[in-house]
């Protein structure tokens, strides 16, 4: 009897180290298939008790007093199927006729109560069917990017989103973003995991930073590096020159006669010949803040090639191959004129905790309102956590996985030989000593 209460004892106490260990291990051997017995089994009185049932129709009624049968029960929305994922579970259902998807978004947060889960989402698949992503259990709690998680050229993984996918900081799809954070949200850290990936990449990164302490150590990887707000307006001034260069390369090809095949003929520089095609270029800018603020009036004339030739750049440079990664704590109108020009060419948004609303209201108050609660949500604990949208309205919550600067730093010294030489912005090439054979990833000062 002793024998079996301590190996009952034993076995309830490893599974419940494996479910704080690896919640992911514990969801996929014991969590998971509970769950799914749970939601089919009492899925028609949970959607009757939220509410998302209909009454039968009037044929049934019918039928039933014909033949003198008790009345039907309500019907709920039709269970297509459920299945189980890494991280939860997924259910598609079809509405009944008279039910709206709004009725299923609403009452999201009853079914995971009723469920026992952490987080329901809906989407609508197409006219009358929706998808409910179900998470069993906290992913954002410890996250660790997946080792096979899809990488392509400018389209990196950088985060894992509440439903327990992979968020991609896609170039292509969405050319400029904005990240917003107060300091201590995890900012820095996403902004070095964006680094991270992209150093093994064939693309040209450019870094503006006026702190001279965050983009600095990772400067073997950089094409050009301005560390002031004078190096940066002549190194901004230099991208619109280069962008201008690749579009005569662009005119060049688009020479269109009649017998030219429409697959040819390209507006921007991904139709190119990849003999001709030139490097993508990342321009990353850290506190955007510290490179628009002027002390003195002479100060406003560069503040204005700057912010001029960040505007263009975002309007137009695209097409070049160039696209802009801005990072702060605030991006509002207090920062000078044009400055909400600028935002309103920044597509991609990516908010972590902000310490007044106001700030929250500059992310997302002109393309996600519904995301500025969630972002006002997060705790200063939550180091990481961040609220990602962009101009479509929809927005999913995400966090960083911790990337360490020295992790950063060995990538960029890892990837130092791939480092593209742009011969228009050669003049602002980082300036450091040779790497020695044994480096270990140690930051190492750079001057720009």
């Known amino acids: 009897?002793?024998?079996?209460?301590?190996?009952?004892?034993?076995?309830?106490?490893?599974?419940?180290?494996?479910?704080r260990v690896r919640p992911d291990l514990y969801?996929?051997?014991?969590?998971?298939?509970?769950?799914h017995i749970r939601v089919t089994w009492s899925y028609a009185s949970v959607m009757d008790a939220c509410g998302l049932s209909v009454p039968p129709s009037r044929a049934r009624i019918l039928l039933a007093r014909a033949m003198r049968r008790e009345m039907p029960a309500n019907r709920p929305p039709k269970l297509l199927r459920v299945?189980?994922?890494?991280?939860?579970?997924?259910?598609?259902?079809?509405?009944?006729?008279?039910?709206?998807?709004?009725?299923?978004?609403?009452?999201?947060?009853?079914?995971?109560?009723?469920?026992?889960?952490?987080?329901?989402?809906v989407r609508e698949i197409r006219s009358g069917v929706l998808e409910?992503?179900?998470?069993?259990?906290?992913?954002?709690?410890?996250?660790?990017?997946?080792?096979?998680?899809?990488?392509?050229?400018?389209?990196?993984?950088?985060?894992?989103?509440g439903d327990g996918s992979v968020h991609y900081r896609d170039f292509r799809r969405v050319p400029h973003s904005l990240t917003v954070g107060a300091t201590e949200s995890g900012k820095s850290v996403y902004q070095r995991g964006l680094i991270k990936e992209l150093a093994s990449q064939r693309v040209a990164l450019v870094g503006v930073d006026c702190k001279g302490v965050e983009l600095a150590p990772l400067a073997r990887r950089f094409t050009a590096l301005a560390t002031d707000p004078d190096t940066a307006a002549d190194l901004l001034d230099a991208l619109?020159?280069?962008?201008?260069?690749?579009?005569?390369?662009?005119?060049?090809?688009?020479?269109?006669?009649?017998?030219?095949?429409d697959a040819q003929i390209t507006s921007d520089i991904w139709g190119l010949p990849d003999k001709t095609r030139p490097v993508p270029i990342v321009v990353i800018v850290d506190e955007v803040a510290e490179l628009l603020l002027v002390s003195a009036a002479s100060q406003k004339k560069r503040r204005e090639r700057i912010i001029t030739?960040?505007?263009?750049?975002?309007?137009?440079?695209?097409?070049?191959?160039?696209?802009?990664?801005?990072?702060?704590?605030r991006f509002g109108s207090e920062l000078g004129d044009g400055v909400t020009m600028l935002r309103a060419q920044l597509t991609g948004r990516v908010c972590h905790r902000v310490?007044?609303?106001?700030?929250?209201?500059?992310?997302?108050?002109?393309?996600?309102?519904?995301?500025?609660?969630?972002?006002?949500?997060?705790?200063?604990?939550?180091?990481?956590?961040?609220?990602?949208?962009?101009?479509?309205?929809?927005?999913?919550?995400?966090?960083?996985?911790?990337?360490?600067?020295?992790?950063?730093?060995?990538a960029c010294n890892r990837h130092a030989d791939l480092t593209p030489d742009v011969p228009a912005l050669s003049d602002f090439r980082p300036d450091?000593?040779?790497?020695?054979?044994?480096?270990?990833?140690?930051?190492?000062?750079a001057t720009a």
């Open 132 to 161: 409910l992503s179900m998470t069993g259990y906290d992913v954002l709690n410890r996250v660790h990017l997946p080792a096979r998680a899809e990488r392509s050229p400018l389209r990196v993984p950088v985060a894992v989103r």
């Open 1 to 19: 009897m002793v024998t079996v209460l301590v190996l009952t004892g034993g076995g309830i106490a490893a599974v419940l180290f494996v479910r």
């Open 432 to 445: 450091l000593p040779p790497l020695p054979d044994d480096a270990t990833g140690v930051p190492v000062p």
């Open 355 to 410: 310490n007044d609303e106001a700030s929250a209201k500059m992310a997302f108050g002109d393309i996600a309102p519904d995301a500025l609660a969630a972002v006002l949500a997060i705790a200063p604990e939550q180091r990481g956590v961040a609220i990602a949208a962009d101009s479509t309205g929809g927005w999913s919550r995400i966090r960083t996985a911790n990337v360490t600067l020295r992790t950063a730093v060995a």
């Open 27 to 35: 969801w996929m051997i014991i969590g998971g298939p509970a769950a």
């Open 240 to 261: 619109v020159a280069e962008m201008g260069e690749r579009f005569q390369l662009i005119r060049a090809a688009q020479r269109i006669s009649a017998d030219t095949p």
């Open 309 to 329: 030739a960040l505007i263009r750049l975002g309007q137009l440079a695209r097409a070049a191959g160039i696209y802009l990664e801005v990072c702060g704590q």
């Open 83 to 121: 299945r189980q994922t890494r991280t939860g579970l997924v259910a598609r259902i079809r509405l009944q006729p008279g039910q709206d998807a709004y009725d299923v978004i609403t009452a999201a947060d009853r079914l995971r109560h009723s469920w026992r889960l952490h987080h329901v989402a």
